[in-house]
């Protein structure tokens, strides 16, 4: 094929063999987020470039390397979105939805894009199912987030392959005075650092803290840490999370050099790790960001929200060998006609069909064929009858049903009683 005709590196086609695990991790979550009480959001994929320069923050990888900026026809810079909470924030502002203090609890879910070097976990467009809850201040809400996903491991089998690793931001004078004396540390090993952290060491120094190299990971290990910087009211907001994570009973690690990506976070934030995947490890993220809607010209409103990588979970679903069996299941019955008026009489008892059994899943012989070439393709579906309609069954107001699975004997059923026949079909997974 032409190289004009591939996809984007980075870019996945997602074939009808995955899809079932996608939609099973989809369903799972929407299903237990609806018990929670959250409605769904969606927003575009396109927003303002500056929507993302202002929110996620420049001096982030995201800003300054990963997003995917281009001029419309217009002249304006529009951006792909690379992540989905500015977006949700930008929706909720617009349309008022948090105005007098009023509470929102949102998911949305949706494609990404980030210019990242391609690698397993690590993709260019890839999916998200995020969170986001707004004026809720207190650690009550974060322990809910984090007990949803946790609902959300159990459900999917999981939760023995991911932990939880958990730390506080402090208010942004906590993390003010943090970062002068991680600065002054920083600035006498400056030699040591990579070259990104000697960069950030005067645009955004604390980014540094979330380094992927090895050698200035290193040189972190005795540097101050957040920790004896947190104010009062954080310090209590933070103990009253673990209060909570304790009185489920949800086991989480902290660590004190957890800072996240993106630059809004205040307080709270935490992922979700495992070790199962390779470097790329984290499954869901998330924090506190109650400075990001006064950021973006709207009244001080608290909010907490997470994103998970689908593409890592499926893989992660995958790798375990946690997928169900029957994610796709075979038809039920396969409906073979042999001749144009047993095609016609075929097409409409298969309606009736549908009609009287909701969930039978029934695949209508399409394309014509022999009588050995749509039994062939009866059998290759995994159905497990063949009903076969042909002259005679046709003047006789009936059909073959012939069981493919087991060795039963071929029976003629009046058109009458196939809804009542095929019944038991649907206790069959
Ligand atoms: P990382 O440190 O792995 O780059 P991040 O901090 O940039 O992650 P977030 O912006 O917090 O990631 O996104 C939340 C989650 O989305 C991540 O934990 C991960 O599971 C997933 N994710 C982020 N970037 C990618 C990507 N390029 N490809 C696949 N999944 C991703
Ligand atoms: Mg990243």
Redesign the pocket.
């Known amino acids: 094929m032409s190289k004009s005709l591939q996809a984007i590196r980075g870019m996945n086609d997602i074939l009808p063999e995955q899809t079932p695990a996608w939609r099973y991790l989809e369903n799972t979550f929407a299903h237990l987020l609806k018990g929670y009480g959250y409605k769904e959001i969606r927003v575009p994929v396109l927003e303002f470039t500056e929507l993302f320069a202002r929110g996620i923050g420049e001096g982030t ?2 800003v300054d390397k990963e997003m995917y900026t281009f001029l419309d026809r217009n002249g304006e810079s529009l951006t792909l979105r690379p ?1 989905g909470t500015a977006g949700t924030v930008r929706a909720v502002l617009e349309h008022g939805l948090a105005g007098g203090g009023q509470v929102q609890k949102l998911w949305y879910a949706g494609p990404m894009f ?1 210019y ?1 070097k391609p690698q397993k ?4 467009q ?1 999916h ?1 199912i995020g969170v986001e809850v707004f004026n809720l201040p207190g650690p009550d809400i974060d322990a809910e987030l984090i007990a949803l996903t946790w609902r959300l491991w159990q459900a999917l089998g999981l939760a023995d392959a991911v932990s939880l690793q958990l730390n506080s931001l402090g208010s942004s004078e906590a993390r003010a005075a943090y970062r002068e004396a991680l600065v002054a540390y920083l600035k006498e090993r400056y030699e040591l650092l990579d070259e990104d952290s000697q960069r950030r060491l005067t645009s955004n120094p604390l980014r540094i803290l979330d380094s992927k190299n090895a050698q200035t990971q290193a040189l972190l290990a005795d540097a101050p840490t957040l920790h004896d910087y947190l104010d009062e009211e954080s310090r209590a907001h933070f103990d009253g999370l673990k209060a909570r994570l304790d009185a489920v009973g949800i086991r989480y690690e902290i660590n004190p050099r957890l800072v ?3 630059d809004y976070y205040g307080r709270t934030v935490f ?1 979700w790790v495992t070790d199962k995947l390779g470097a ?1 490890g ?4 998330g924090g506190r960001y109650d400075g990001l809607v006064s950021q973006f010209g709207g009244k001080p409103t608290p909010g907490v929200g997470f ?3 689908v ?2 979970l499926v893989l992660l679903l995958e790798t375990l060998q946690l997928l169900p069996a029957e994610l796709s299941p075979a038809p039920h019955v396969y409906l073979c006609a042999f001749g144009e008026p047993a095609e016609l009489a075929a097409l409409a008892l298969a309606e009736r069909l549908r009609d009287q059994l909701p969930g039978l899943r029934l695949q209508v012989n399409a394309g014509a064929g022999s009588f050995k070439s749509q039994l062939k393709k009866a059998d290759k579906s995994g159905a497990l009858y063949a009903l076969v309609l042909g002259e005679d069954e046709l003047a006789r107001q009936v059909v073959g049903c012939k069981p493919l699975r087991d060795q039963g004997e071929q029976q003629s059923i009046a058109w009458a009683d196939l809804a009542e026949r095929l019944a038991p079909c649907l206790e069959q997974a």
């Open positions: 990888d995201v992540e980030r990242e976990g690590r993709y260019r890839f998200q996240r990506g993106l992922e790329q984290t499954v869901c993220a994103a998970m990588g593409e890592r």
